[in-house]
């Protein structure tokens, strides 16, 4: 496609990248990379967004957290700077349409959590006590498989949470916050919106409450 892009006179391109572009045990982040290193050699004009983790990974399982009564992994309870959608896409459209963006490199994250801190915010903002479970790689791929996880999504999941046991999901480069000219989006706010979303849509959410806790 980049190359297709030049072909047809595309002047400068923004690609939204992975945070640890090139991590080893991570494929799909390695992949990024090379995609990179086209990306800057090709002669475009280019701005790399490097996305953190979406919030919304793990708030869209609230039901299943909720009916557990935890979270379950193998992050070794380890910091990662998710953000939501929206702040990545606002953060995209400011390098879109502003100015001084061409050549550079960002690495997207919003203010780091655990999973822990997950759990606590998901039993603060519905009043149901949700707790984090860390297993090993191989608890956790045992544990996915014997709840249903689709065989050939299950090691990527294991995959994930180890990269955060890495580090490769945390970032304090500020960059995100630079761009959208604020903090992002705040979990409680995330969990907030995503209660607010299973209701709307009938999900099953036994028990919950949207009204702000004390």
Do not use: C, W
């Not at 879109?96 to 959590?113: E, M, S, W």
Request: hydrophobic share 40%; net charge negative.
């Amino acid at each position: 496609m980049i190359d297709a892009a030049k072909q047809a006179g595309v002047r400068r391109v923004v690609y939204t990248s992975s945070l640890r572009a090139g991590f080893p045990q991570f494929a799909s982040a390695s992949q990024h990379l090379g995609t990179e290193q086209h990306l800057q050699e090709s002669g475009l004009e280019y701005t790399i967004l490097r996305n953190g983790q979406y919030i919304e990974n793990h708030t869209s399982r609230l039901p299943q957290f909720l009916a557990q009564g935890e979270i379950v992994g193998a992050t070794a309870d380890k910091d990662l700077a998710a953000a939501t959608r929206a702040d990545y896409a606002e953060a995209a459209t400011t390098v879109l349409i502003g100015d001084d963006h061409a050549g550079k490199v960002y690495k997207l994250g919003g203010t780091p959590f655990t999973l822990t801190d997950l759990a606590a915010a998901i039993t603060d903002v519905t009043g149901t006590k949700v707790t984090y479970r860390d297993l090993s790689s191989d608890e956790l791929l045992a544990f996915l498989k014997a709840n249903g996880t689709p065989e050939a999504f299950a090691p990527f999941a294991v995959q994930l949470d180890e990269a955060t046991a890495s580090g490769a999901h945390n970032t304090d480069s500020g960059d995100l916050q630079r761009l959208l000219g604020r903090p992002s989006t705040p979990l409680a706010d995330a969990v907030k919106a995503a209660v607010q979303e299973h209701a709307a849509s009938g999900t099953a959410t036994s028990g919950v409450s949207t009204a702000p806790s004390a």
